[in-house]
């Protein structure tokens, strides 16, 4: 018990040490104390980790060799995936698990996922008190608090994984927003959506669809929900011109750029626009949503940073045996493919901050 309170005071202290060396200090306060408390929680929770986990985890990998997803044991995959994945990305500055597109680089990876919930996409909705708005593949529920805060709307989040729904309810809880302007429901989006006809003013997903088994069938479920007028947001993961299947070097980039980020399908963005057109929509526009030339990599790189020196940390700390050895194995996965990330967004192959805005007819 001893040993356990020590190795959890020292991995507050590491977090402290490497948000000093990343640059976090220069965050408001409020900010910089939630991201290392944020921080400091993961740590702890992977430090406690069951093996089980760890092992579903690392066997979850075989996910992203493929195009599609396929059923029962993806799902599976999924889910352990998610149960581990969610606590390494809140390790750094992706506790929302998805690279924000660049609003401004000043602000770094959390700064630029509040301003574009705001600004890019938010505002795009139309949304206020009063009104109901679904967030497709919610995760841990933070991009929808994000946004009930700041429109004033109620958001419901759905998601395949019950343990990210129990720590979204947790966090909404805490804040005194759950049942009044958030409430979260377990389900898959490639099942019928648990809601009834025209009972949402607006819907959006952040690079949630890549599990898609049927694009057109979820499309019209979509539409269903949404009343008319309400649009939706979706932010995703493309392929874009300059990619080549036909090159093994742009196939190798892929395979590691899935993996870092978990995708498994990679559409085109034609692909989404034609079928959100057939499942009855307006495309109200279709772009790459990052302000810097369409490149996110100055972002990777900063959350590469802080990755690198924690893994780093870790290591030092497993080899001599103060922290268990698998904080080390899932950190050094976490890292791998992160510079195939890097090389395929400068030579834009690739983008998981393309944005397509649509709307239901009135």
Known sequence: MAKFGLCTSLLVLVVAALAGMCGWSQQNPRVLWYRVSTSAKALHA?????????????????????????????????????????????????????????????????????????????????????????????????????????????????????TQIRMAEEHAKADGMLGSQLEFVEGNYNDPLPFTNESFDALYHVQALTYVQDLDRLLVEMFRILKPGAKLSFLDWFKLDNYR????????????????????????????????????FRVLSSAEASTDGGHQWPLVKQMERYFVAAEAVVSFLTDWKVIPGHLKILLGRLNEGGASFVESDKLRLFTTSWQIVAQKPA
């Open 46 to 162: 992977l430090y406690t980790l069951p093996q089980e986990h760890v092992d579903t985890f690392l066997k979850s990998y075989e996910l992203f060799d493929k195009e599609n997803y396929t059923g029962n044991e993806d799902g599976e995959n999924i889910k352990g995936y998610y149960q581990v994945i969610n606590h390494l990305c809140a390790v750094g500055e992706v506790e929302k698990m998805y690279i924000p597109p660049v609003m401004d680089l000043s602000l770094g990876v959390f700064g630029n996922q509040l301003l574009w919930e705001e600004k890019g996409m938010a505002d795009k909705l139309d949304v206020g008190a009063g009104k109901r708005v679904l967030d497709v593949g919610c995760g841990r529920g933070r991009i929808a608090h994000h946004v009930a805060s700041y429109t004033g709307a109620t958001v419901v989040g759905l998601n395949i994984d019950k």
């Open 245 to 280: 299947p036909d090159d093994p070097h742009h196939r190798h980039l892929l395979k590691e750029t899935k993996a870092v980020i978990g995708a498994v399908r990679t559409p085109s963005p034609e692909e989404y626009t034609a079928a959100l057109e057939r499942a009855g």
